[in-house]
């Protein structure tokens, strides 16, 4: 047990005006911890004179029911280190402690409010285990490539030049040299339309949807999305009441003929037009300009989410649907999460003019502000160029692990799965014949080490096809070569028994 827990106040409450004594009261309080497991064995308990001081009682009052516990052997002293929970108690078998109580599903659905049983609902199964990633788990960049001793030193000069201007509160819309940082780069890169003051950062692309949610959407009110799409999109409409209106993807992106049939006038349209998420689909210049005329003339939002554009290798970045956007419709996301590190949690949103102040105010009210410091860090490795640099190793990195992937798919899994479109990004999507479920061979996979995410889980309708979606970015040839090598016993033993489950 640590030190450190022994200088953590007691929340500890006594009586003054009862007519027990108030070290018997002490001692009451100290027992019934013990032995219904809130002061674990071998807890350091404060010293007689902090814990005088932290109930305000006398020390002998302290010291009256430390001994009675010691003598009874509830505590045990060690000389010259403190005051311990004893290893072994005295009557603990003898005093059965109530187990927690169950709650029933439907009790808890009744103590829910709407939003708590829309997060209930919308939750999918991760086939994920803690720890390490494994293939093929997605959304991990390569962190055996990212630049530790560069971060670290920025970091340590944060640190050592502007400690006391970071530690206060800051601006909810983020800190400026960064906003000023994103919105140099995406202006460049992406062809993104944009001030510093329209850049909103934010805790990963996740809470961006979250704002545009409460802030855009009304419940009851339509949002269309992709389908199959990204699961945080849905979750993040969905919780706010939404009415979610799922329209298929072809080949040129979201289909609009189907979207329009749909709804005729959604309130948002959420897209992934520059690499179609899972599916990777690039919507064509035709297909977006159609997209903003219909918003326009519907007056829709449209949220486009630039979760990894930066990585495309059959030809340049294309240039971002907000940049074409003459009305102010498009709000733009985008995340660093894929780029450097997930645990960074830093994102962004670029809203038009009109929304600047509800975003920053639906921010502040949601978490305040993201860490000043890594906002720091980030907004200097940008400046310093090593954004830019690293992002152009990872294109050249993760093509060559993309195109050894699908290598290795192809040789060991011929007619087994079959890639679809992998110009870009930093997954393939594999899909499984006709007739073959994905989820119960995803369940299989895991029992071996193999994390595959299901391609139906990504669709709010039945898929046509089954298939999974594999992140690559993360693993070495050799242990994604390892990793198709199980799937395919997998798949054939579930092919050979004839008891597959059909999709």
């Keep these: 047990m640590s030190r450190d827990a022994a200088s953590i106040p007691f929340a500890i409450s006594l009586d003054c005006s009862s007519r027990l004594p108030l070290h018997r009261q002490l001692y009451d309080a100290l027992r019934n ?14 010293s007689t004179r902090q814990l005088a001081a932290d109930l305000e009682l006398s020390r002998n009052t302290v010291l009256n029911a430390y001994d009675q516990l010691l003598a009874e052997g509830y505590l045990e002293g060690h000389i010259g280190s403190g005051t311990f929970v004893a290893r072994s108690i005295p009557d603990i078998v003898l005093r059965a402690q109530p187990a927690a109580p169950v709650i029933a599903p439907a009790r808890l659905s009744a103590a829910l409010s709407g939003r708590g049983r829309q997060f209930v609902a919308n939750q999918v199964r991760r086939f994920r285990r803690p720890g390490a990633p494994v293939p093929f788990r997605m959304g991990i ?49 992406r062809a993104v339309r944009c001030r510093p003051e329209q850049v909103i950062i934010t805790s990963g692309a996740q809470q961006a949807l979250d704002l545009a949610a409460r802030v855009l959407v009304d419940p009851g009110q339509p949002v269309c999305i992709e389908d199959p799409g990204y699961i945080g999109a849905r979750i993040a409409f969905q919780s706010a009441g939404a009415r979610l209106v799922p329209v298929a993807v072809g080949s040129e992106g979201l289909d609009l003929a189907k979207a329009q049939n749909a709804c005729h006038r959604p309130r948002v349209i959420y897209v992934t037009p520059s690499h179609q998420y899972p599916l990777g689909a690039t919507m064509t210049l035709p297909r977006r300009l159609e997209l903003l005329q219909w918003a326009q003339r519907v007056r829709s939002w449209i949220i486009e989410d630039d979760y990894d554009s930066e990585y495309r290798y059959s030809s340049r970045p294309i240039a971002s649907l907000q940049g074409l956007d003459t009305t102010g419709s498009v709000l733009y996301a985008g995340t660093f999460s894929k780029v450097l590190f997930p645990s960074l949690r830093l994102g962004y949103i670029v809203v038009p003019p009109s929304l600047v102040e509800a975003f920053v105010a ?34 050249k990195l993760y093509e060559q692990r993309q195109a050894a992937l699908i290598e290795t798919i192809e040789e060991e899994l011929p007619g087994i799965l079959t890639v679809g479109q992998h110009d870009a990004g930093m997954h393939v999507v ?15 996979a895991l029992q071996r080490g193999v994390e595959l995410q299901p391609l139906s889980s990504y669709g709010l309708r039945p898929v046509r096809r089954g298939g999974f979606v594999m992140g690559y970015a993360a693993y070495s040839p050799a242990a994604m070569r390892r990793a198709v090598a199980i799937v395919g016993d997998i798949v054939r033993h579930v092919l050979e028994s004839g008891r597959h489950p059909i999709g």
């Design 141 to 189: 960049p390569a962190l055996d490539a990212f630049p530790f001793a560069i971060w670290s030193r920025l970091f340590a000069q944060q640190w050592k030049r502007h400690p006391a201007g970071l530690l206060p509160y800051g601006d909810s819309a983020g800190y400026l040299p960064l906003r000023q940082s994103v919105a140099t780069y995406l202006q460049i890169a």
């Design 33 to 46: 911890a013990v032995l219904s497991g809130r002061l674990a064995p071998g807890f350091q308990l404060p």
């Design 362 to 395: 639906a921010k502040a009210a949601a978490d305040g502000q993201c860490p000043a410091l890594e906002q720091a860090v980030l907004a200097h490795f940008m400046a310093e160029g090593h954004f830019g640099r690293h992002i152009r190793r990872m294109r």
């Design 430 to 444: 594999a899909c499984l014949p006709l007739g073959i479920a994905d989820a119960p061979i995803a369940e299989l």
